[in-house]
């Protein structure tokens, strides 16, 4: 079972910031926080990953609160092409092999 | 993209055929993953491959199995077919061993099953 719970949707401005958060509770020490994200039907796209400090990459900003029980990925400014499936997925270090997907967050940027 | 291709893009069978899907890694990957994707659901994992040998399976029946070959590139082989069996079928490359190793998915294979 995934080990994160995320909305089932959100709607979002173009050109605002979308704020995507997921619950994370039972993460343990050493697990990484993994987002993808999964536009209609394409395979999914992975965006970003942490451990405990915050991370920026070209695409979105992953922000991981202290305890490490949830955090928020933020795109910057969406724009209708962010419209997608986005997954968060808790993984730990070092176990290269399955991927546990959820439900994820259905985001709809709207025009 | 990712540089992970796929081969058909799309598929129709009957029940208890058999089909076989192909995936091409990405350059300088050198695992292939399986997933299925119903409608509506997230991916499930099927399996990997690394170094041509199955490196953990999911909670899939033994018909579903798999090849690696020297090139990295992947077959997924279903048999006996079921209607259940439609989803859409995706394949992952990773190069293992690399810190915090990431997939990377193809556009993946949607299969019907009438």
């Known amino acids: 079972d995934a080990k994160t719970t995320q909305p089932p949707s959100m709607d979002c401005a173009e050109g605002r910031a979308a704020n995507l958060p997921c619950n994370h509770s039972t993460i343990s020490g050493n697990e990484y926080v993994y987002w993808y994200r999964q536009i209609h039907s394409q395979g999914p796209q992975y965006i970003i990953h942490?451990?405990?400090n915050n991370e920026t990459n070209e695409m979105a900003s992953l922000i991981i609160t202290e305890d490490r029980k949830s955090s928020t990925l933020i795109l910057p400014h969406a724009t209708l092409r962010d419209t997608a499936v986005y997954y968060c997925i808790v993984r730990p270090p070092n176990r290269d092999d399955k991927i546990i997907f959820g439900k994820g967050t259905r985001l709809h940027i709207l025009p | 993209e990712t540089g992970v291709t796929q081969s058909p893009t799309h598929l129709i069978k009957t029940r208890g055929q058999q089909v076989t899907l192909r995936c091409s890694s990405q350059?300088?990957?050198?695992?292939v993953s399986w997933y299925q994707q119903a409608l509506g659901q997230g991916p499930q994992f099927i399996f990997q491959y690394y170094r041509e040998e199955e490196n953990g399976r999911g909670n899939f029946p033994p018909r579903f199995s798999g090849l690696q070959f020297p090139n990295y590139s992947s077959e997924l082989n279903v048999n006996a077919l079921e209607l259940d069996d439609s989803a859409l079928y995706l394949c992952?490359?990773?190069?293992?061993?690399?810190?915090?190793?990431?997939?990377?998915f193809g556009p993946g294979t949607r299969l019907l099953v009438l």
């Open positions: 992952a490359s990773s190069l293992v061993g690399q810190a915090r190793e990431t997939q990377y």
């Open positions: 350059s300088g990957h050198n695992t």
């Open positions: 942490g451990l405990k």
